[in-house]
């Protein structure tokens, strides 16, 4: 497809289990965030990548998160050991290059909910 | 604390009506500036931008209004439709940042009445 895809759409998760969760870019989108958004809240940036190379992580809640871009295409967000507050929906979005003026396009999310 | 405020949660408007939706920020390094509109179980679409040399982007139905001095942006819809219900994010980033990364406000939920 022409857009931002993920998977799984929706994920479900015992407390304590690991969870990984897809993004596969526009083609050629040189850059790639993750966002999470709570509900009834905007989306909140976690981290970005400019190619394979990850060079903001700053808004990773915990060391329990994970992101990785190993060929500078599809990304992976991993969450270790879910907690009920990882509860959420988790977006990605890709734009085509790190310059300025340069819309953010974004995946339909993966709805996270830990039991 | 809160870089970008959307301080109503609603908006109704008749349709064909002008539908206006404010946003304000703090961060004076911010330069640039989106709206967002959301559906349901779907991830934002983006819908306008401006930059900060600017003070009018218009497109279609669709203009942003940028007022650096008193740090706020509006979107004008007209005419409003009921295709346009929808939840709509502000959202900002700063050029001289590491990367582009958005500040989103809360969102806005319009509805457009028939």
């Known amino acids: 497809g022409a857009g931002v895809s993920q998977s799984p759409r929706y994920k479900v998760a015992k407390r304590g289990q690991d969870v990984a969760l897809r993004c596969d870019p526009i083609?050629?989108?040189?850059?790639l965030f993750w966002y999470q958004q709570a509900l009834g809240q905007g989306p909140e940036f976690l981290t970005y990548?400019?190619?394979?190379?990850?060079?903001?992580k700053s808004g990773l809640p915990s060391d329990r998160f994970f992101a990785e871009r190993p060929e500078g295409s599809v990304s992976t967000l991993k969450i270790q050991r879910t907690q009920q507050e990882d509860s959420a929906v988790y977006l990605c979005?890709?734009?085509?290059?790190?310059?300025?003026?340069?819309?953010?396009?974004f995946g339909d999310g993966t709805r996270l909910s830990i039991l | 604390d809160q870089q970008v405020k959307q301080n109503s949660p609603s908006l109704s408007v008749q349709e064909g009506r002008i539908s206006i939706l404010n946003c304000d920020y703090t961060?004076?390094?911010?330069?640039?500036f989106l709206w967002y509109k959301k559906y349901p179980a779907e991830g934002p679409t983006f819908l306008i931008s401006?930059?900060?040399?600017?003070d009018k982007n218009e497109d279609g139905r669709f203009t942003v209004f940028l007022n650096k001095s008193a740090k706020h942006l509006s979107l004008h819809i007209v005419p409003s439709q009921p295709g346009d219900s929808a939840v709509y994010f502000c959202?900002?980033?700063?050029?001289?940042?590491?990367?582009?990364?958005?500040?989103f406000g809360k969102g806005i939920t319009l509805s457009v009445r028939p």
């Open positions: 979005a890709s734009s085509l290059t790190r310059g300025t003026n340069q819309p953010q396009h």
């Open positions: 083609s050629g989108h040189v850059s």
């Open positions: 990548f400019q190619n394979e190379a990850q060079l903001d």
């Open positions: 961060n004076s390094m911010f330069d640039y």
């Open positions: 401006i930059s900060s040399i600017k």
């Open positions: 959202a900002a980033s700063a050029a001289a940042g590491a990367n582009s990364k958005l500040t």
